[in-house]
């Protein structure tokens, strides 16, 4: 294993040709110089602080599709049957990130396990549609995906079709390793407001005050993930005492006192990327 990754970590030139971030994941599309075969592609996705992309859904694929052009022509994505032979039973086929997601867009008569087949690459960007091919052959492109993350926090923004009220948003975070979400800095929010879309207009995050009334004195909120950034950032002077939490608006980027029993049918998650990113089982 140790060889293996020495020789994959001779670094080759890598940009994303496109990147994009949809439903708490960032995807990037790259275009080596030269062909690569698959764990190199899953090697330069790492360093890119990801992997290999796993899709997990028709909405993402589609979302993946739209950062290219036809003329990326065949890419790696992360889904492989490496370690159990899948054979042509396409659900037996599992994510190198870890992804548990039951989907899978095989095209037709794929996959088929001609040879030794066992990682898969995107057909054609414009036809659609995944196969299996040998991890040994190369693609001119490949496609990484990673958590919304910066520095040391990853972010998600999650978007229900009911609302919730501030403390079962809270607790959804919690779930993931997190809390709602703590802005430590105006280049917090505004990284946090790039992953806001118009079906998120409107955010829990973790300001509060409902331990004890803060009155109209916006340093005496407090973060619920424990967080003493002194930012604030409310969209007035003065605070509605009786609303002890808080949205984040993404019309005008403010935080917008709220009662923490209503609902909204957004909030933002953040927890430290290393409980936050899937641990990666990496052997070869
Ligand atoms: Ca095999
Ligand atoms: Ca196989
Ligand atoms: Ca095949
Ligand atoms: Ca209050």
């Not at 086929?93 to 996959?111: A, D, K, L, M, W």
């Not at 004890?212 to 969209?235: K, Q, V």
Request: hydrophobic share 30%; aromatic share 10%; glycine share 10%.
């Amino acid at each position: 294993m140790s060889n293996v990754l020495t020789k994959y970590k001779i670094r080759l030139t890598q940009s994303a040709i496109n990147q994009g971030c949809q439903g708490g994941y960032c995807f990037g599309v790259f275009k080596p110089d030269r062909a690569i075969n698959w764990a190199i592609a899953q090697s330069n996705c790492i360093s890119w602080g990801g992997d290999l992309a796993s899709i997990r859904s028709m909405g993402e694929e589609k979302y993946i599709l739209s950062l290219g052009n036809s003329s990326y022509g065949s890419c790696w994505i992360g889904h492989h049957d490496r370690y159990n032979e899948a054979g042509e039973n396409a659900t037996l086929f599992v994510s190198v990130g870890g992804s548990t997601s039951s989907y899978r867009n095989f095209y037709i008569n794929e996959p088929n396990q001609s040879g030794n087949e066992d990682c898969v690459m995107l057909r054609d960007w414009d036809e659609g549609g995944w196969r299996d091919v040998p991890c040994d052959s190369t693609n001119m492109c490949y496609v990484c995906g990673k958590p919304n993350c910066r520095e040391d926090s990853c972010f998600e923004v999650l978007t229900r079709s009911t609302g919730v009220d501030w403390e079962s948003a809270q607790s959804q975070c919690e779930l993931k390793g997190g809390s709602l979400a703590s802005i430590s800095s105006e280049l917090e929010e505004k990284f946090i407001l790039n992953l806001m879309t118009d079906s998120s207009s409107q955010c829990w995050i973790g300001l509060n005050d409902r331990d004890r009334e803060a009155g109209l004195n916006p340093n005496d909120y407090t973060w619920e993930d424990g967080n003493n950034a002194i930012y604030r950032h409310f969209r007035d002077e003065v605070v509605n005492t009786y609303r002890d939490c808080a949205v984040l608006s993404r019309e005008d980027g403010t935080w917008v006192s709220a009662d923490c029993n209503d609902t909204y049918t957004c909030y933002i998650c953040k927890g430290a990327g290393n409980l936050y990113i899937i641990l990666r089982i990496w052997s070869m």
